[in-house]
């Protein structure tokens, strides 16, 4: 496949600290799917202002309308994040909040991994929000990995096998959505 054929993906790291297992699983997925897609990786959730719903609609900080019209552009979106206290992480949701009052989401294809020590919560909320945003996303393009740390180590290796085949599973059904 040709680099301009390839689908332009925008990637939310859902955690806000440097080298998390969240990236490394992000830069996992990148080098797996590079005849395909092209990823534009969105990882400074810090670099977004507190949501703020007068701004939302009638004034939205530069940083915001940027961010909204990556999204748009995308065809599709994935999302790796790991659980903080049976959510998901702050950042996202106030990521997320910005692009409520818009359609951004609407019909997008998408791609949601929560990676975590349980996860369960958080990965539960993740497609609840995405739905009600009109995300388009299957069994196949959602994934779960409980127990993260002990399964990808420093260098991004994923070192479980069983891990290794679901990611393998999820990418297929992630390309065959987009």
């Known amino acids: 496949m040709k680099s301009n054929d390839r689908r332009r993906i925008f990637v939310i790291n859902g955690s806000a600290s440097a080298n998390s297992s969240n990236h490394r699983l992000i830069e996992y997925i ?29 004034n939205p900080p530069v940083v915001v309308s940027e961010l909204r019209n990556k999204i748009h552009q995308a065809d599709g979106i994935l999302i ?33 991994i929560t990676a975590a020590g349980g996860g369960e919560k958080a990965h539960e909320e993740l497609q609840l929000i ?16 409980q127990g993260v740390r002990g ?26 959505l987009v």
């Open 30 to 58: 990148e080098d797996l799917t590079k005849d395909y897609f092209e990823f534009t990786i969105f990882d400074d959730l810090k670099s977004l202002p507190h949501f703020d719903p007068e701004l939302s609609s009638n």
């Open 80 to 112: 790796s994040a790991p659980e903080y206290v049976f959510s998901i992480p702050s950042g996202l949701k106030n990521l997320i909040e910005w692009c409520v009052i818009t359609t951004v989401f609407d019909n997008k294809p998408t791609g949601l």
């Open 130 to 145: 995405m739905k009600t945003l009109g995300t388009k996303f299957t069994p196949e393009t959602t994934l779960l990995i």
């Open 151 to 176: 399964k990808i180590n420093k260098q991004g290796e994923i070192i479980d096998g069983h891990t290794r085949e679901e990611l393998w599973k999820f990418v297929e059904g992630f390309r065959e």
